[in-house]
């Protein structure tokens, strides 16, 4: 008797222990993971800014978010699994992305320098006509796939990081993905918190044509 619950107690302790092992090694590969893919979407563009501005409105903010986060989990998987070097070997995919996501930016940018004239009368950001969901998709859809950074950062750089984790590749993508759903989700729905700001019409003016700006910037300079 006292033996079979010896027996028992090692056999637990051993599956704790693998247990404990196999999630050390987990967190051994999706911190970094989460980390690189969260550094690589933080900065200030044109997407997060579109992103931002439809939470701000209270504007298919779901929709939003499910294809910004979908699409970077797209496009993780694609670099991880080798698409990177694809992409490296072929530069016309770049290049077709570059001048495209130029033109669209350009674009986007009349579009918010003109809203910022046009809306002055408005006071609240959730008060302008909805759009439809098709075409806040489309918009949406543009402003991450005619991004070339989003092909040289997303799929290459962190592509080429991934190799370094070949022994858990799983749990580093896993870890990529998830930063972009928590980031994504966060900013579209925790920019509601700035609503009251954005209540009065100077300040939904300035974002507007900082956004202009910020599209204007990034277009000039796929050009260069």
């Not at 051994?28 to 439809?54: D, E, M, R, T």
């Not at 940018?109 to 009368?121: G, L, P």
């Not at 040289?152 to 990529?176: H, K, M, R």
Request: some cysteine.
């Amino acid at each position: 008797m006292a033996s079979a619950l010896k027996t028992e107690i090692i056999y637990c302790v051993i599956l704790l222990h693998r247990l404990i092992l196999g999630l050390f090694n987990f967190m051994q590969a999706y911190l970094p993971g989460f980390a690189l893919g969260l550094s690589l979407i933080l900065a200030i563009g044109a997407q997060n800014a579109f992103v931002l501005k439809q939470g701000l409105k209270k504007q298919h903010v779901f929709l939003v978010c499910t294809i910004c986060a979908l699409s970077d989990a797209i496009l993780i998987s694609l670099g991880v699994s080798g698409f990177g070097a694809l992409v490296e070997r072929f530069p016309i995919v770049e290049q077709i992305a570059r001048f495209g996501g130029a033109a669209f930016l350009m674009v986007y940018a009349a579009m918010s320098f003109y809203s910022a004239y046009k809306t002055r009368h408005s006071l609240n950001p959730e008060g302008s006509a909805p759009e439809s969901a098709l075409k806040i998709a489309l918009i949406c859809l543009g402003f991450t796939w005619l991004n070339p950074h989003v092909y040289l950062d997303t799929v290459v750089l962190l592509g080429s990081i991934s190799t370094q984790y070949s022994d858990n590749i799983e749990a580093f993508t896993l870890g990529a993905i998830s930063a972009s759903f928590v980031f994504f989700y966060s900013l579209g729905y925790g920019s509601r918190v700035l609503i009251p700001v954005f209540q009065k019409p100077r300040a939904w003016q300035i974002l507007e044509v900082i956004i202009g700006i910020i599209m204007s910037a990034l277009a000039i300079s796929l050009l260069r």
